[in-house]
Structures are given as C-alpha cells and as structure tokens.
C-alpha cells in the first residue's frame, strides 16, 4: 500500500502487531505488503467503531465488549482474602450447604444465576476451570 492508513475506535485501545500501545489511533506508512495488523482492547463495555481510513476511502466495523465480572465462591478464608486483593473479582463466601465435595458445580451456578438482583442482568454465565 503506498498511502497512509489510519486506523481509529471511539471506545477501547488499539496496539499495533509489535504490541506497542497506540491509544485510539493507529497510523502507518510502513507497510509495503497490503497487511497491517492492529489489536483493540477495551475495560469498558460498549460498542467500539473502528474506522480504517486510507487514500480518500473509508470503512468501519462494530466490535461490541461485554461487561464481564469474575465471581471467587471459596468457603474458605484464605482463598478469600486472596480474591479480595484484585480489582474486578466479586468476592462472595460460598454458603455451607453448597461447600464441600458433595456439591456439583451447577448447583452453585444455578443459586447464584437465580437471585433476584441478578436477574435479566447477564446475557452469559461462563465457567473457568
């Protein structure tokens, strides 16, 4: 490509492939193989509008990011105390009746994904392992 590219977001980070972080634009004349790679990232939930400018043309595409939060559900105090120390992780201790081996794991899901303060909240509910 000989011209300019200019590649830019209303919501989030853009990094380029060297992983140098760019803010919400990139520019590049650089490249001579017709490909430039660039990373969006974003804390925020929303949609993003990426716009790819270049010789006179312009395009744009939506990347929609999703709020997510990790829940800790230890019955136990040090693992607790543990997931307080990070920003972002609901930190919840898990009640006796769903503590200890005999528990499956979608009974937990199941009564948190049901109170009523939760409800109509999560498009998603994920497990880590």
Do not use: W
């Amino acid at each position: 490509m000989d011209g300019v590219v200019t590649i830019s977001t209303n919501l989030g980070t853009l990094q380029t492939a060297d992983e140098n972080p760019s803010g919400d634009t990139v520019i590049d004349s650089t490249s001579t193989e017709g490909t430039i790679t660039a990373y969006i990232s974003s804390y925020e939930a929303g949609d993003a509008v990426i716009y790819v400018r270049s010789m006179g043309s312009e395009d744009s595409l939506t990347v929609h990011f999703t709020n997510y939060i990790f829940s800790l559900t230890p019955d136990d105090e040090e693992i607790l105390a543990c997931g307080r120390r990070y920003e972002g992780v609901d930190v919840e201790k898990r009640p006796a009746r769903l503590s200890g081996d005999h528990v499956k794991v979608l009974e937990l899901v199941c009564e948190i994904a049901d109170r009523p303060e939760l409800s109509g909240t999560y498009d998603i509910i994920a497990l880590y392992f």
